[in-house]
């Protein structure tokens, strides 16, 4: 099989390296949002995301990632079944081949090589993909913390006195009464 190489390094390499750095990116972006800040900083943070429609436009970016790096699991799960596949296969050859130890040899470090590859992008590409789902995670729950928060500053602006409870909100406990049977 032919491969296309720039610079020397094939379109597979490239793709598999982009992978890579995706992964890295990802880590980074989940080491700061999992770093405790103060909330004012957070929240600063948090809101200007907010007004910027970021999250929107992220999410819509993050939907198409998704799908790229769904597709690059499943090929990497066929690669790595398939060569697995073909490695039982040599591993029990008929009585009637004949297998120069050489040749057997070399195809077997040759298909090691490249099962160990394949399942490593496995893994790159599971890992990439459980970032991307666990950093959309954090940013929702960051705007939910947000928005929160200035809800309950509202209501204890509107409240005359912050102690006193505000009407209509909370749940206010009753005593149980046992209804006699007659």
């Known amino acids: 099989p032919k491969t ?8 597979k390499s490239l793709i ?10 990802e880590l980074i972006i989940t080491i700061i949002l999992v770093i405790p800040v103060p909330r004012k900083i957070r929240n600063f943070i948090a809101r200007r995301v907010n007004k910027l429609n970021l999250g929107h436009r ?10 790229a790096l769904v597709i690059a699991l499943v090929d990497t799960i066929r690669t790595a079944q398939m060569l697995e596949q073909r490695a039982m ?7 009637m081949v004949q ?7 070399m195809w077997t470090e040759h298909d090691k090589k490249r099962i160990y590859k394949s399942q490593r992008n496995m893994y790159l590409t599971a890992f990439a993909l459980t970032l991307l789902f666990v950093i959309r995670r954090l940013t ?3 705007q939910e913390a947000v928005e929160l928060e200035e809800q309950i500053e509202q209501l204890t602006k509107a409240s005359p006195n912050p102690s006193a409870p505000v009407e209509g909100e909370g749940v206010e406990m009753k ?6 049977k007659d």
């Open 4 to 11: 296309h190489t720039i610079r020397g390094m094939s379109m």
């Open 16 to 25: 598999w390296t982009g992978v890579f750095v995706f992964l890295v990116i």
């Open 58 to 67: 992220i999410s819509y970016v993050s939907f198409y990632i998704a799908i």
């Open 89 to 95: 296969n040599h591993a029990a050859p008929s009585d």
């Open 99 to 105: 297998v120069n130890m050489r040749d057997e040899m």
């Open 140 to 142: 929702q729950l960051m």
């Open 175 to 180: 005593p149980l009464t046992q209804k006699k």
